[in-house]
């Protein structure tokens, strides 16, 4: 193999293993006093756990009463390591949709992208307020 054909072979092995490190390391339980969106599915408040499937960006929402889904996720990256595990939510008036997952001690978290409602909120310049929950492993 030429050194020339190296190089790109090494950066696409890099930025796969970047990638994995970006999962969430345990699963997550929070109690979620509020009514809220992930991906496309309303779900009422209540107990739910958040873990990452064997499928990178996959994440399975659990709820108490409520079927599991799988969501596809983004890594998201921050400037330190969360001090607390957390969802993260951007609320709309009384609408709430969930946006992140942070586990404590670690940098890197996952990212849900904005569903079709959220952008058009958006569109209408509508601004979230950004909403934690805590959560625990």
Avoid at 50 to 57: A, H, I, K, Q, R
Avoid at 99 to 106: A, K, L, N, T
């Amino acid at each position: 193999m030429t050194k020339r054909n190296f190089l790109p072979l090494l950066a696409m092995f890099l930025l796969a293993a970047g990638s994995l490190y970006a999962q969430i390391s345990s699963p997550v339980r929070s109690n979620i006093p509020f009514d809220f969106t992930a991906g496309s599915v309303d779900l009422p408040a209540g107990e739910y756990t958040v873990e990452t499937t064997g499928t990178l960006g996959n994440l399975l929402i659990r709820g108490q009463g409520t079927p599991g889904m799988f969501l596809g996720s983004d890594a998201a990256q921050a400037n330190r390591a969360a001090a607390s595990s957390k969802l993260v939510f951007h609320r709309y008036g009384d609408r709430y949709f969930l946006s992140q997952i942070w586990v404590q001690g670690e940098e890197r978290g996952r990212e849900l992208p904005m569903t079709k409602v959220e952008k058009e909120l958006r569109a209408s310049n509508a601004r979230p307020t950004l909403v934690a929950v805590l959560a625990y492993k």
